[in-house]
């Protein structure tokens, strides 16, 4: 499946570039990814739309009645299922990525959300990356190339 995603955002790394899933579907086909792989990568994306267009994307200093923005002082506690599937590693990515200011509370929920939808278990680094870069690529967000560069550090996987 990742492979597929890593094929999406290199050809359609704007996401409002990309067709409608069915088409998309069709055309991964066309491209010569095995069916499974298809399926998955199709839900997947379902899943990341869902989850990241149909949810507020709230900036820090921003506050209304319904949102308060995550303290200084708050603390993510992972489940038991989010530390199994996504390890120590992973776990310590995505915290080397909120102190660097680089995933917001709201990105890293939508991060978690599809790493725990995703077939693989546990998540591999690597896999989890694309997962970031999927996120980005959902919100219409670039990352700075220095987080780009940490992101896309797999030649093997992403060219650009």
Request: proline fraction near 4%; glycine fraction near 4%; charge should be negative.
């Amino acid at each position: 499946m990742f492979e597929v995603l890593v094929f999406v955002y290199e050809n359609y790394w704007h996401g409002d570039a990309c067709p409608e899933l069915h088409q998309l579907g069709r055309k991964l086909s066309a491209v010569g990814f095995e069916a499974d792989d298809i399926t998955q990568a199709l839900q997947w994306l379902d899943g990341l739309n869902i989850a990241s267009h149909h949810t507020e994307l709230i900036d820090i200093g921003q506050s209304s009645p319904e949102h308060h923005p995550e303290s200084a002082h708050s603390l993510r506690v992972y489940s038991v299922a989010e530390q199994d599937r996504l390890g120590a590693a992973c776990l310590g990515f995505i915290r080397f990525l909120e102190t660097a200011d680089v995933l917001s509370p709201h990105m890293r929920e939508i991060v978690l959300d599809r790493a725990m939808a995703a077939a693989t278990q546990p998540i591999d680094l690597d896999d989890l990356k694309i997962i970031v870069l999927m996120v980005y690529w959902s919100v219409g967000l670039e990352p700075d190339a220095l987080v780009l560069d940490e992101l896309c550090d797999d030649a093997d996987r992403v060219a650009h």
